[in-house]
């Protein structure tokens, strides 16, 4: 269960750290470029304890899948970005693979 929430967090700090990146205007504010800094750095730390025990591939489908998901939600929520139909529709996807790989596959540790 531990692998898990590392993956978890491993993801939370890739969508702050991608949130702030955005929020950096170019590393031009220091805040945001600082948080950019110190939430990748726990995002690798945390998804190289996770690789302990969760195959690479199956961890970075998870974390690459749902980080998707969650900086396409935040983009729309906090930075007023707008999406198609055909956007929604691949995120979806992208989601919906991520729930195959973790329901279904032989490959992800249950």
Not at 41 to 52: G, I, P
Not at 54 to 65: D, N, S
Request: aromatic content about 14%.
């Amino acid at each position: 269960m531990q692998n898990w929430l590392f993956l978890a967090a491993a993801i939370c700090f890739e969508v702050v750290a991608t949130s702030a990146l955005k929020a950096s205007e170019g590393f031009s504010k220091l805040w945001p470029s600082v948080l950019v800094v110190a939430g990748y750095a726990l995002a690798f730390y945390f998804l190289a304890l996770t690789l302990r025990t969760i195959p690479v591939g199956i961890a970075y489908a998870i974390w690459a899948g749902t980080g998707v998901a969650l900086i396409t939600l935040i983009g729309w929520l906090f930075f007023s970005q707008t999406l198609d139909l055909a956007a929604i529709i691949g995120i979806l996807f992208i989601v919906i693979g991520v729930l195959i790989l973790n329901v279904f596959s032989q490959a992800a540790p249950h």
